[in-house]
């Protein structure tokens, strides 16, 4: 089967997305398909370049020319509405690769719907956000869980945080260009059911299938990390949380029940830096920057509790699996897609969303009963053999011949919720 894949970033640009991509475009083409990817181009990495059997074409955009359109130089994001630097470059790649499926993650599909029906190939989008209906792709409206779109409060939310110049033409390019994928995209794949109802697919009744993000089959087997960073970990025990160091990733609430707690082990943070990161931080807490994969992984090897703290409807949570697959136990916000992975007194726990007293008694709890960590542990290891690549890949290629037979616009389906679930 030829595959392309359509990626704004790829690594090693850092991201749950970006590795997402990669393991799976990686995977398919181990499994004797024939993959290559678009992606943008990004400062100091080759215009093209064979990674593990996949070929990789890096691409211009001309919004990313405009560098003050983006807070952050290194992370210039396609526009909601189709680039034309990118099409042509698109309609070059596909003209060269002839793919059967285009497989698209995120707004840089919208430069490829003007050339949907000419390049024949049957087009699926992975949401990994809920960027179908919220131009801000969080679903959050004035620091809650969004109840849905409207008209007049999503141009208020897009422009209060965009500001007029940026928020208007993303409103209004991103509800212009869903109603063209709601017509043009033959299936949705969606990495939670949480994510499929946000982006109303099941109002809309429209095609998808519940596929979630996946881990290696190799991920939580012992490595050799020697990394020098890894020296900064505690020698002992430690609380751990991976991700931005942001309040909607939960982190003032994380930060505040831990200053609570007594006789607590350190808690470290990996992760970027943002600017509404808390200057001080509690005793004992640790906050150590942005860390390669390998190196993030021997620190969850080397943890006791994984803190999945978000007040943000996440859709999935790949932090949760990979610490899953090193036996650590979950304490998670019950929000989102989160619930679909940690199983509430199974392989975690799960807290209501940006409560610091909830989070406290969770992880209280957990620190004064070894035993049920070390089984809560155990649990967990064993769930994830439901998100690794042996299992969710051929799900994905079921579904591409699906796809290609031709059914799919037709028939509405929930596939891969129970096995999220189990």
């Given at each position: 089967?030829?595959?392309?894949?359509?990626?704004?970033?790829?690594?090693?640009?850092?991201?749950?997305?970006?590795?997402?991509?990669?393991?799976?475009?990686?995977?398919?083409?181990?499994?004797?398909?024939?993959?290559?990817?678009?992606?943008?181009?990004?400062?100091?990495?080759?215009?093209?370049?064979?990674?593990?059997?996949?070929?990789?074409?890096?691409?211009?955009?001309?919004?990313?020319?405009?560098?003050?359109?983006?807070?952050?130089?290194?992370?210039?994001h396609?526009?909601?509405?189709?680039?034309?630097?990118?099409?042509?470059?698109?309609?070059?790649?596909?003209?060269?690769?002839?793919?059967?499926?285009?497989?698209?993650?995120?707004?840089?599909?919208?430069?490829?719907?003007?050339?949907?029906?000419w390049?024949?190939?049957?087009?699926?989008?992975?949401?990994?956000?809920?960027?179908?209906?919220?131009?801000?792709?969080?679903?959050?409206?004035?620091?809650?869980?969004?109840?849905?779109?409207?008209?007049l409060k999503?141009?208020?939310?897009?422009?209060?945080?965009?500001?007029?110049a940026?928020?208007?033409p993303?409103?209004?390019?991103?509800?212009?260009?869903?109603?063209?994928?709601?017509?043009?995209?033959?299936?949705?794949?969606?990495?939670?059911?949480?994510?499929?109802?946000?982006?109303?697919?099941?109002?809309?009744?429209?095609?998808f299938?519940?596929?979630?993000?996946?881990?290696?089959?190799?991920?939580?087997?012992?490595?050799?990390?020697?990394?020098p960073?890894?020296?900064?970990?505690?020698?002992?025990?430690?609380?751990?949380?991976?991700?931005?160091?942001?309040?909607?990733?939960?982190?003032?609430?994380?930060?505040?029940?831990?200053?609570?707690?007594?006789?607590?082990?350190?808690?470290v943070?990996?992760?970027?830096?943002?600017?509404?990161?808390?200057?001080?931080?509690?005793?004992?807490?640790?906050?150590?920057?942005?860390?390669?994969?390998?190196?993030?992984?021997?620190?969850?090897?080397?943890?006791?509790?994984?803190?999945?703290?978000?007040?943000?409807?996440?859709?999935?949570?790949?932090?949760?699996?990979?610490?899953?697959?090193?036996?650590?136990?979950?304490?998670?916000?019950?929000?989102?897609?989160?619930?679909?992975?940690?199983?509430?007194?199974?392989?975690?726990?799960?807290?209501?969303?940006?409560?610091?007293?909830?989070?406290?008694?969770?992880?209280?709890?957990?620190?004064?009963?070894?035993?049920?960590?070390?089984?809560?542990?155990?649990?967990?290891?064993?769930?994830?053999?439901?998100?690794?690549?042996?299992?969710?890949?051929?799900?994905?290629?079921?579904?591409?011949?699906?796809?290609?037979?031709?059914?799919?616009?037709?028939?509405?389906?929930?596939?891969?919720?129970?096995?999220?679930?189990?």
């Amino acid at each position: 089967m030829r595959i392309l894949m359509l990626a704004q970033f790829y690594p090693p640009t850092v991201g749950g997305e970006e590795q997402h991509v990669r393991t799976l475009s990686v995977a398919l083409a181990e499994r004797g398909h024939d993959v290559a990817v678009a992606t943008l181009w990004c400062q100091g990495l080759a215009r093209f370049e064979i990674d593990r059997g996949v070929r990789v074409y890096r691409i211009h955009g001309t919004a990313q020319r405009a560098a003050w359109l983006f807070s952050e130089a290194e992370r210039r994001h396609m526009p909601p509405f189709p680039d034309p630097e990118a099409v042509w470059a698109l309609r070059r790649i596909i003209a060269r690769e002839r793919p059967e499926i285009v497989h698209a993650h995120n707004w840089i599909v919208h430069s490829f719907l003007p050339l949907k029906t000419w390049s024949r190939a049957k087009l699926i989008v992975t949401l990994h956000d809920y960027s179908l209906v919220c131009a801000k792709k969080r679903l959050m409206y004035q620091d809650a869980p969004c109840a849905g779109p409207a008209a007049l409060k999503c141009l208020n939310c897009t422009t209060d945080h965009y500001g007029w110049a940026r928020g208007v033409p993303t409103v209004l390019g991103n509800w212009a260009m869903g109603m063209a994928e709601r017509a043009y995209v033959d299936m949705f794949f969606t990495v939670s059911y949480a994510t499929a109802a946000g982006n109303d697919l099941v109002a809309h009744d429209l095609p998808f299938q519940v596929i979630p993000n996946f881990v290696p089959d190799d991920l939580g087997a012992p490595r050799d990390v020697s990394d020098p960073r890894l020296a900064q970990l505690p020698d002992d025990d430690f609380l751990l949380f991976v991700g931005d160091i942001t309040r909607d990733k939960g982190v003032d609430a994380l930060l505040h029940a831990y200053a609570n707690l007594t006789n607590a082990p350190p808690l470290v943070l990996i992760g970027r830096r943002c600017a509404d990161t808390a200057a001080e931080l509690p005793r004992d807490v640790l906050m150590l920057g942005s860390w390669p994969h390998d190196t993030v992984m021997e620190a969850w090897r080397r943890s006791s509790i994984a803190l999945v703290p978000s007040i943000v409807p996440e859709t999935f949570g790949i932090v949760a699996i990979e610490a899953m697959a090193m036996g650590k136990p979950v304490i998670a916000s019950r929000i989102g897609g989160l619930p679909e992975l940690v199983d509430d007194g199974t392989t975690g726990l799960l807290v209501a969303p940006g409560d610091p007293m909830a989070l406290q008694i969770a992880i209280a709890r957990l620190l004064a009963t070894p035993a049920l960590l070390e089984q809560m542990g155990h649990a967990a290891r064993q769930k994830v053999s439901a998100f690794r690549a042996s299992t969710v890949v051929p799900r994905v290629e079921e579904a591409y011949r699906e796809v290609i037979q031709g059914g799919a616009r037709h028939e509405r389906t929930r596939k891969g919720v129970g096995a999220i679930q189990s």
